[in-house]
């Protein structure tokens, strides 16, 4: 089995059957060598049905359905654990993987002797059949700073089956996995190489897109980069640490500055100058103070 396609679904009953024949048309790729891992997150729409359908007409498809709802980041590792393809691509229900990115993805991977691709995602109205190539790919040997640096906070890429189990994969503290599961691939990983190029689709409009809340975007934030922090810190550089601490920051002062109209007169922007400015970083009293600052937040969602 070549690739593990990862499709997290909740409430996906207008998307799910566009998003996965994106998959079952993937180009130059033996139709054999691939799986369809589904995860059904206790939706409450038609989206079971609609993957039971489907599964009848492909055997390739797999459904996981969960008891409870999860959330994304343990439906992600749910399927984690029974995928057998050398390689995953992690795909949200409703989003789209070009029918030539997945033969890109590959080549790439082993032209380049690395266990960690990653492309651009977009987000658009009209979704084209094919990638959108803006650049050249990018060979990096450290590839934590570089993911770090560059920010990478969204799906779009293909990682090494190995590397996944050595990472651990997703971090199931946080209940969005847009974060946390790049900067642990990255973290174990020897090298990655960035692709210039948009090899992954969002759809523009969603009523169920977690992006759509600011707060629980600001939460899984700070809680990502805290939990790495602390689970990793030992093994970090100083130009690591740095980046971690100005995306704490960041995200203090972003959920303030999203939910006060007089936001500037708050100790959260004084913390974001002093950071910007300074380089000031947050002690460890400081940490423990702003998590649980975060934890009070009553708009999102949680992991169970």
Not at 16 to 38: G, M, R, W
Not at 61 to 85: D, R, T, V
Not at 222 to 242: E, R
């Amino acid at each position: 089995m070549d690739v593990s396609y990862l499709v997290t679904v909740y409430n996906k009953e207008n998307e799910i059957a566009e998003t996965i024949a994106f998959l079952q048309k993937q180009q130059n790729i033996d139709p054999v060598s691939i799986e369809i891992i589904c995860v059904d997150d206790l939706s409450s729409d038609n989206s079971l049905s609609i993957l039971n359908s489907l599964k009848a007409e492909d055997n390739r498809i797999k459904i996981i359905q969960n008891k409870q709802n999860l959330g994304p980041s343990k439906s992600l590792n749910l399927a984690a654990n029974i995928a057998q393809g050398k390689y995953f691509i992690p795909v949200d229900g409703d989003d789209y993987l070009p029918k030539d990115a997945t033969r890109f993805l590959l080549d790439s991977s082993k032209n380049n002797n690395t266990e960690l691709v990653f492309g651009i995602s977009k987000r658009l109205k009209t979704i084209p059949e094919k990638m959108t190539h803006l650049g050249k790919e990018e060979y990096h040997s450290n590839a934590l700073e570089f993911c770090l640096d560059k920010k990478i906070v969204h799906m779009g890429f293909l990682v090494h089956k190995n590397l996944w189990l050595r990472s651990g994969g997703v971090d199931e503290r946080v209940f969005i996995q847009d974060i946390s599961l790049p900067i642990r691939l990255a973290a174990h990983a020897s090298s990655l190489v960035y692709v210039n190029s948009v090899i992954y689709y969002l759809r523009d409009e969603s009523h169920t897109n977690l992006s759509n809340n600011t707060d629980q975007q600001h939460h899984d934030r700070f809680l990502t980069y805290l939990n790495f922090l602390n689970d990793y810190d030992k093994k970090l550089s100083k130009d690591a640490i740095t980046c971690i601490h100005d995306q704490l920051i960041s995200s203090i002062w972003k959920i303030k500055r999203d939910n006060t109209k007089f936001a500037i007169f708050s100790c959260n922007f004084i913390l974001y100058i002093k950071n910007k400015l300074f380089g000031y970083k947050l002690s460890k009293n400081e940490q423990k103070n702003w998590s649980h600052n975060f934890s009070a937040i009553d708009s999102i969602r949680r992991v169970t």
